[in-house]
């Protein structure tokens, strides 16, 4: 028997080890016992400590004098970032599903751009991809009841996105349109910023949503009266996606107000009620978004 | 039986080929087919191209180098789309209904540019009003729902319409009144952007609408205080068309919810459903909008 | 009896003549007779005339030439207007009544700063005062739905009137905290436009009310971060005062959905109907706002 | 019996004189008397009028004629609120309730600033949280029905809170994230002012707020891509905060319109009523905000 048969047989008891892989699993996915909250909270430390060194790195009087620090830093959490998300795929009892969940894909997006640094420069940044492991927070400190409005939040989201797909569309045909005619207008004007079709069109976009950053600007008498027109336009159609969602949320609000206790049949129970305040029975599917 | 005659009925049997018209018809009208799919498919692809044409046109570091290339393009999806504009006519089973639908406005619309372009220098540009076009894929790609969710949009729109004419005559009374004080306060300022009512009317919209370019700001005191006052103004009616079409929408949404299955009168049946959940008929007139 | 005496006569007697009063009354107040419905058409039209005059005269490229033509056609219209408001007075049944109503008001306010403008230069531009004369348009041509429309937004922000001004309160004593902290932060940059107090009042509202015209703008970190704090606070209370609104008219809207037919009791009817789709009958105090 | 004992008992006897202690609560704790209504109005008026005092400091031109006489006012007043501040405690039947209860910490955070700024240069301006005792106004005048409604919206911004917690701890995640890309995109451009990440993500929350100050602009046509998503993006999540607000507003609403009357049990009461409309009966916990 040779040492290259020993180490597979070595490897083939530990990527087998049912009880590590059980024990692992209980600190890194769970956060109940002990271990598990430590492991989560030093977890969400390095996150927030990472996303930071990458924000401080860019601040050049800062990056300067700290670089070697810095990047130091930065080498030692993409290490034990890349280690958790081996020993994730590890010991989850069904790998592919982690692999292709969202936080998954988060987490391997996460330790990609340092690697990718290597070969080009300056993806490096893309690492603060990592603040979004953060959502994790909300199951490790047990705040179920954020995760509920949350859930509440994307369900009317998703139930408004095709009414609010629909309006993008006609928003993105009105801006070309209307960009096209205001490069007419003020296209001819010497030193306008109206130079070209993409630039009125992001003009159009930046009066449209109300923004207005005022970097271009009509000075013709003409590109101001249409431009009057397009703000009082955008200040109309802002109403549309608010009206979507308010509704979409009164809605959602209605059918939870008139969920009735499965137990005495009466409606009317205060928003996050976990119990009803009549019997005191379980409200079951109450909060879960149903 | 000269020429002309014989030439006379040639034309005379193709305009009244009832055959090749319902062929053409179920191909160009239609995208049950595989080729009515392909048809408009290519369509969509051609009017998305010389879309981009006139925009790459616009952008002179381009244009420069590729002007002979992108003007032929520009002739020949013009070609394209006045010979489909005058099939389209030939195969209507009713060509006026046709000619003054919205789609055939627009089918118009966006041709003639390019020939008025011979006369007026400039015009050429309208030609992105082909953009309108695109609403075709709705149709084409069987995204029904998506229209029925344009329906709703378009129907709250139109509800809340005179509403919202009201609210606009009085903004415009508004803003005319408020541009002319503060053309009074500011417009003796040396290098003043005040310099007359217009312009001030124009700054009276742009506060309003809480687009703020930031061209026009007022420097004395007094202007700077009348346009706080004008921004809390601004501020709180923007909360108006905002109310008016949630109202409505919440109001359209109650009334579909209202709905009862026309077999077992129950309600509360989920957006978009098309069949009853209780009994299972078919839910008629509930997604048309009605 | 003196030639004074006879004046004195005529004068009384033409100051009594009640049918030449009616006769003016039902041309002046009212629009149902051919001549009514001319006098208020030409009235509206001499409005916005001279509403068109002010502002053309305050464009100094079209005032140089024409300034004579223009300080002509506004003494003429003043000469009307005021004119015109004798004569309301004179043939209205309740002279005061109608003086210190709304539009007796703003009749008077319509023709003051030409006269004022004798002693104060500059008060004559107020005269766009007459813009509010147009709301008139609305009676004249039986715009009756939309003065409806115009009743229920009246009624939906007088209804929210409290609930505003506590917000405004807030907002003011917020406006102002803000202002001084970001004065205490940025006041002493070298050429910063946080120079006092009141224009770092006005920065906040700007900023508050998203407007952002970017005059007055953080450059310390400090003050960029306190300045996200303060957007991220304006976007949420943004919300306030549409919700406000939006809550009022939804609720309005249920009033009058509750509205039941006084003949056969049956409720529903459609926005703005004036008889019931059931059986007919007159629907009273349906669209009168109640 | 020395002096210093016949003064302890002085103080002794002063510390528990009920009478004087129950006359002075009565005038400056309660409005109902006379005195105690003059009390309460000098007192807002002392208020706004060292408000206005810290104000004009701070303006040069203002402050350079009057530093003397702005000082001693300031020091006035501080005494005064000092003196009050004491007196409140004193004559408080549970001290220890005021101090710790909102309107006590206004208190004190009122009068503090001045004494720290004989250590700490600057803080003197942090007076102005003065204006935060204005909101006794709504007390003094017997405004009761705006107190409510300030309930009413301090309650819906309770309720929206989790929501809104949730919702900012992923506006958070996405700033930092497209202000990062940002970063990555422009930061390189000669002159930029995306020279760091942090810039960059104020420049995020400029624009997903739609203020827009403009102080910070792409310049690149990917950066004017970019940018123009994420206005779209901040122009459809300005509707999330709106609808919660809304969705519950109208929800509080609703609650109200459900009220029954406790004697003759029916609803429908007008907001803001204080007696049943069908039987005259006192509506207690109606407008409480229950």
């Not at 939040?153 to 009414?163: F, G, H, Y």
């Not at 003020?186 to 949503?209: D, L, R």
């Amino acid at each position: 028997m040779g040492l290259f048969t020993k180490l597979r047989e070595r490897v083939d008891a530990f990527l087998h080890d049912e009880d590590l892989k059980r024990k692992l699993y209980v600190i890194i996915f769970e956060s109940d016992t002990p271990k598990g909250k430590l492991f989560d909270t030093c977890l969400i430390g390095f996150i927030i400590a990472s996303v930071v060194v990458v924000i401080l790195e860019s601040i050049q009087s800062f990056s300067y004098h700290y670089t070697f620090a810095l990047r130091i830093l930065e080498y030692v959490f993409t290490a034990f970032f890349t280690f958790e998300y081996l020993v994730r795929i590890y010991c989850s009892p069904r790998p592919k599903k982690y692999i292709f969940s969202f936080f998954g894909i988060v987490d391997l997006l996460a330790t990609l751009p340092v690697y990718l640094s290597f070969f080009f420069a300056g993806t490096r940044y893309l690492i603060v991809i990592r603040a979004f492991r953060l959502i994790r927070v909300f199951r490790v400190f047990k705040l179920f009841n954020f995760l509920k409005e949350g859930n509440l939040l994307l369900k009317s989201l998703r139930i408004s996105a095709p009414k609010i797909f629909v309006f993008f569309f006609f928003v993105l045909i009105l801006v070309t349109s209307i960009g096209t005619i205001m490069y007419m207008i003020e296209g001819n004007q010497p030193g306008t910023q109206f130079n070209n079709i993409p630039n009125s069109i992001y003009w159009a976009i930046v009066t449209m949503t109300t923004v207005g950053y005022g970097d271009i600007t009509p000075v013709t008498p003409a590109g101001r009266f249409l431009s009057a027109i397009v703000m009082l336009i955008g200040y109309t159609i802002i109403a549309v996606p608010t009206g979507i969602v308010s509704a979409t949320m009164v809605g959602e609000q209605r059918k939870r107000s008139r969920y009735k206790c499965p137990n005495c049949h009466q409606d009317g129970h205060e928003e996050l009620a976990e119990y009803c305040k009549y019997c005191g029975s379980k409200l079951e599917n109450y909060n879960s978004g149903k």
